[in-house]
């Protein structure tokens, strides 16, 4: 069984650029989560989906961040305009959604850097 | 304000040496605790989740105890490899927000 995929791996942008990150949960979890961990601090959450829903998106630092989950699959994380403070390391992570609490499996994260 | 702490930051012993580490989470609104081991570049693992005071936990070296009433959790590692070699994280789950509170992570190294 695939784990949870995170494309790209690495971006390198300049500040006032846009990026999107995508990622492809494990197949049939309706929950995704997206974290964020800047370097020297701990890993700290963003938001959840159930599904196509954002059950939770108290995380977001702001309004240039804007999360979707199109027909509760896949889901991108978009950055606009990125400034320096946005360098870090972006993971996802899915459960299925049975039981809480329950095993959040993750990406390998990807890795931006704004310049 | 949620405040998970792991100690030591970091950690250096040698192959065979059996370490432990300490995570603090607070005791009120606990839900579970969650272990993950983390190499850079890597996706981070589940080791292990803990709901019950008292709970013993076991993946082949590793253990983990909790105590939900002092709010901590102990990680062992018993015989160290090159291969334990990781950030181990933990996480706090709140019952009343749903959501994972980490803390900072130990750094092992092992030296062959």
Redo the contacts between chains.
């Keep these: 069984e695939a784990?949870?995929t995170q494309f790209p791996s690495h971006s390198v942008i300049e500040k006032g650029q846009t990026v999107t990150l995508r990622c492809d949960p494990i197949s049939g979890h309706d929950n995704l989560?997206w974290?964020r961990r800047v370097m020297g601090?701990?890993?700290?959450?963003l938001l959840?989906f159930v599904k196509e829903s954002k059950q939770?998106e108290?995380?977001m630092p702001n309004n240039r961040f804007l999360a979707e989950r199109t027909g509760g699959t896949y889901s991108t994380l978009k950055v606009q305009p990125a400034e320096l403070e946005d360098s870090g390391v972006y993971?996802c992570a899915s459960s299925q959604g049975y039981r809480?609490?329950?095993?959040?499996?993750?990406?390998?994260?990807t890795r931006l850097l704004v310049l | 304000i949620l405040n998970v702490e792991q100690s030591p930051q970091s950690l250096h012993v040698q192959e065979g040496d059996s370490t432990n580490f300490t995570c603090s989470f607070p005791s009120s609104n606990f839900y579970a605790l969650h272990w993950y081991r983390w190499e850079t570049a890597k996706s981070p693992e589940a080791l292990f989740v803990m709901t019950l005071n008292g709970d013993e936990k076991k993946k082949g070296r590793i253990s983990a105890t909790l105590n939900t009433k002092e709010g901590y959790s102990y990680l062992y590692i018993k015989g160290s490899q090159p291969e334990d070699s990781a950030t181990y994280l933990c996480a706090f789950y709140a019952g009343n927000n749903r959501k994972l509170i980490w803390g900072l992570g130990t750094s092992l190294a092992v030296n062959p």
């Design positions: 784990g949870v989560y974290y601090k701990e890993i700290k959450f959840h939770d108290s995380g993971f809480d609490p329950e095993t959040q499996y993750f990406g390998p994260g």
